[in-house]
């Protein structure tokens, strides 16, 4: 438990208009950015890429713009956004939006500094050895990349959603700013935010958890639980956005400590299989069957999850405790509207084992740190828990 290694070399900017100051905090990083953004056009239609732009170009910093990046960013539009970076002679690299942009992000700047193909890194062929200096600025308040050393990408050919870890592509700078939170629609509030609490709550009860990662996990529970709810149904409110944006930095601050455990790992197949699939919306279907099959192996946890949401435990016993988290998560995703099953998202039952060997195969690690370890079988009846 008190056996902690931990340096970010990340330098946090965590200020409501701070988006407005982005050439200033970037100074010295480089002459020319290269902005990765989603070809959603969010962050076109709500002014964020204008206001960086400004930023930019108010302190003299050239840009270019690489919009071709999907929700669940693939192995091939890296090794497109990475020719583009070179073409215009780019030298550090800006994430703009939600996880997919800044793992992007962070998957081309690793490949520009450490050589062509992405692809190699992805299959863990080759080392990742530096990176362009990074630059993070989550609009969304569910990834946490903006401050660990991960970033996922599908390598299509495989269907398998990898990580890749470095400590090469911790970002030179987080920029996190509530405002560019306010206009995530009632869904995207929700799943983001449940994405915030997995990592949360995988971070608090995994086999590799420590004080500090408790600690920050703790934190992050406790503001999502308080806010979670009034934050989908009145989505301007910025003291709200604020606490949860806060939330999602510490949950990924926790991650980045101790990983997260099996409830990611089951998720990862189910985005690589299905491309449509929000992250954050696959973690909260798979998140009620994950607590119901890890219960019996972290009770204390569970009871102290408990009380740190603020559930009524005085007359309970630890399992009683710990139950009700399990009890909690399934209201609250009815609450939020976030009631929906597999089946509801499209996935086939004859999916079910080819993700389950996919998850054994990639994520492997994952499923090891999970207090409880499932066989083939037990990981196929969570999955049909959640169906």
């Not at 090794?79 to 030298?91: L, P």
């Not at 890890?294 to 009524?312: M, P, Q």
């Not at 009683?320 to 998560?329: D, F, G, H, L, R």
């Not at 004859?350 to 994520?363: G, L, P």
Request: overall charge neutral; aromatic content about 8%.
């Amino acid at each position: 438990m008190f056996s902690i290694r931990f340096s970010l070399p990340t330098k946090i900017v965590f200020e409501i208009g701070s988006i407005s100051r982005v050439g200033y905090e970037v100074e010295g990083l480089g002459k020319k950015a290269l902005i990765v953004i989603t070809r959603g056009g969010s962050m076109i239609k709500f002014g964020y890429l204008g206001n960086v732009r400004l930023s930019l170009e108010a302190r003299g910093i050239k840009y270019a713009v690489y919009n071709n990046i999907s929700s669940n960013p693939k192995a091939d539009e890296v090794e497109k956004g990475v020719e583009f970076a070179e073409k215009e002679k780019c030298d550090f690299i800006i994430g703009l939006g939600g996880g997919s942009a800044i793992d992007a992000a962070k998957a081309i700047a690793a490949t520009l500094a450490s050589g062509k193909p992405f692809i190699k890194y992805l299959r863990k062929e080759k080392e990742i050895s530096a990176a362009y200096p990074i630059v993070a600025i989550p609009t969304t308040h569910g990834t946490g990349s903006e401050v660990d050393k991960y970033a996922v990408v599908t390598d299509t050919e495989r269907k398998a959603k990898i990580s890749i870890i470095s400590c090469y592509i911790y970002p030179k700078v987080a920029i996190l700013d509530p405002e560019t939170t306010v206009t995530l629609p009632p869904q995207l509030t929700a799943a983001t935010a449940f994405d915030a609490l997995s990592h949360a709550l995988e971070a608090y009860v995994n086999r590799s958890t420590n004080s500090l990662a408790r600690m920050f996990a703790a934190e992050a529970i406790k503001n999502i639980a308080e806010n979670i709810e009034h934050a989908v149904k009145h989505g301007v409110n910025i003291t709200i956005r604020t606490k949860l944006l806060w939330a999602s930095m510490l949950a990924g601050l926790a991650i980045d400590l101790v990983r997260t455990a099996l409830c990611h790992a089951m998720e990862h197949p189910l985005s690589a299989f299905y491309g449509h699939v929000h992250h954050g919306l696959g973690l909260s279907i798979l998140l009620p069957a994950w607590i119901k099959y890890t219960l019996e192996s972290a009770k204390k946890d569970f009871a102290e999850i408990a009380e740190i949401i603020g559930l009524k435990t005085e007359e309970l016993t630890i399992e009683q405790a710990a139950q009700s988290v399990y009890n909690y998560i399934v209201d609250l995703r009815r609450t939020i509207g976030l009631d929906f099953k597999l089946r509801d998202l499209g996935v086939k039952v004859k999916d079910v084992d080819a993700m389950v060997e996919n998850a054994f195969t990639y994520m492997k690690p994952l499923i090891e740190n999970n207090p409880r370890i499932p066989t083939r079988e037990e990981m196929k009846n969570i999955y049909m828990e959640a169906y």
